[in-house]
């Protein structure tokens, strides 16, 4: 099987670049995210802290988490719902950066995501692909660009689905994850040492879907 592994902070344009890699290749595109968002939003729900280990740790034998795919779109099953908006809301995502940082949590969710990888090939994005989850991705990416632009990507994917946050505050966001997922002290975010690093600051995200495809393609080439 191959995998094609895209880390990178929020707001890189990973999950876009991602899916259309994966079509074009006809590779499955499994967005490891949206299984931290799922744990981040159940641990909203139970009003625990999403923070604190002892009251985050004791809901996750209560979780049954799956990813499944209709027609190549990922979609995220929480005990029986199928949650994939609902952790697309604004305050899920300090939830889900939150319970990242406890190792228990990576862990509970590291063999659902290898195996995805065993079973198919697969384009995976998120923040420790490259380096913990599959380190022996045939490709590595690491996407990148700065936090003004990521917010303002951010503020304006907010907008269109209809919630409006201000930029200063999504600027101010996108800063506190990136500290925290860059120094967590598990798998924080860093380049694999044999990561491809992209900057996509001032490319429309056409541009990049276009560069990387061709970045893509030509590295399978190489390692096939
Ligand atoms: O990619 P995202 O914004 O949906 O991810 C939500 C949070 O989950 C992010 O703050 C960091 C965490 N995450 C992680 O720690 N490891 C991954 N492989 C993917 C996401």
Same mark, same amino acid.
């Given at each position: 099987m191959i995998s094609v592994a895209i880390d990178g902070p929020a707001g890189a344009g990973k999950s876009t670049i991602a899916r259309a890699i994966a079509r074009d290749l006809g590779y499955l595109y499994v967005d490891t995210g949206a299984l931290y968002r799922a744990?981040?939003?159940? $641990?909203?729900? !139970?009003?625990a802290d999403p !923070?604190?280990?002892? !009251?985050v740790l004791p809901l996750l034998p209560q979780l049954h988490l799956s990813l499944q795919f209709a027609n190549g779109e990922q979609q995220v099953w929480l005990n029986g719902r199928n949650v994939s908006q609902e952790i697309r809301k604004n305050e899920v995502s300090m939830a $889900?950066? $939150?319970?990242?940082?406890?190792?228990?949590? %990576?862990? &509970? *969710? &590291?063999?659902?995501q290898q195996n995805l990888a065993k079973e198919n090939n697969v384009v995976m994005d998120g923040r420790d692909i490259g380096t913990v989850v599959l380190p022996k991705a045939q490709v590595k990416i690491f996407l990148t660009a700065s936090p003004e632009e990521r $917010?303002? #990507?951010?503020?304006?994917? *907010?907008?269109? #689905?209809?919630?409006?946050?201000?930029?200063? !505050? *999504?600027l101010e966001e996108v800063r506190r994850r990136d500290y925290?997922?860059?120094?967590? /002290?598990? /798998?924080?975010? %860093? #380049? /694999?040492?044999? /990561?491809?690093?992209?900057?996509?600051?001032?490319?429309?995200l056409e541009q990049s879907i276009v560069q990387l495809t061709k970045i893509v393609k030509e590295r399978l080439q190489d390692v096939l």
């Open positions: 744990i981040g939003l159940y $641990a909203l729900e !139970q009003q !923070q604190n280990e002892g !009251q $889900a950066s $939150a319970v990242s940082a406890i190792p228990k949590v %990576r862990e &509970f *969710l &590291f063999d659902l $917010a303002r #990507r951010r503020y304006e994917e *907010l907008q269109q #689905r209809g919630q409006s946050v201000e930029y200063t !505050q *999504l925290n997922d860059a120094h967590r /002290a598990a /798998a924080p975010l %860093r #380049r /694999a040492e044999d /990561a491809l690093l992209v900057d996509t600051t001032g490319n429309s």
